[in-house]
């Protein structure tokens, strides 16, 4: 495994195969919390399902866990390794701009503003749900999921955070989508549609969870 990962064109290979899972995580993640702007019952019943089904608690967790490390650490190496080569290729180094966009020249720090994000963001859900489970192991509540989640929202420089946030994820995927099937050698008639749809998805998604966001904070 190791020695595959050494190979520059692999380790591009897996970062993108990570990047898509987490693409399509994203994509359930707010479906799931859309639910609660429209029904606090319906978000209720998803979130408890998803909080308690053991298919998802004991194999998809720990591999989204997996995948977001796996994802972090292979961005930083390949971009340790983009900067030695730079050092070889001088020319691309003084012509940056005119050989890459702002996005894909600064994703190392898009992806350390969303790394600093989801911090924050097991700090806020998924450690008080593990307490809540495994250490204080209260009695299960299936309505209780809304109320947790709007709380959140109550403070506006958690809510101006998550505003940030979400916005450097839409600068990462902007460039981060595309060039996922790029790398698993996505090149034909249909790459324009893909481009439209990677923008679509880079702009709309995080947009929802930033509008999420808001809605409960003026909604308390």
Known sequence: MSGLLSSSI??????????????FFLLMHVSINLLSIFSEDAFNVASHFMGTNPLIQF???????????????????????????????KYVKN??????????RNMIYSGLAILLFIVIHFLDFWIPELKYKYVEVLPEEPTRYYHEMVEKFHNPI????????FVFLALHLLHGFMSAFQSMGLNNKYTKTFERCA???????PGLFIFIAIFHYFNQ
């Open 158 to 165: 958690k809510v101006g955070v998550y505003v940030v946030a």
């Open 59 to 89: 194999l998809m967790q720990p591999i989204l866990i997996i995948g977001v490390v796996f994802h972090f650490v292979m961005g930083f190496i390949l971009e340790l390794k983009n900067r030695k080569a730079v050092g070889v290729h």
């Open 199 to 205: 923008k679509a998805y880079s702009i709309v998604i």
């Open 95 to 104: 012509n940056g701009a005119a050989n890459s966009t702002w996005m894909s």
């Open 10 to 23: 692999a380790r591009k290979f897996a970062m993108a195969l990570s990047a898509l899972f987490l693409i």
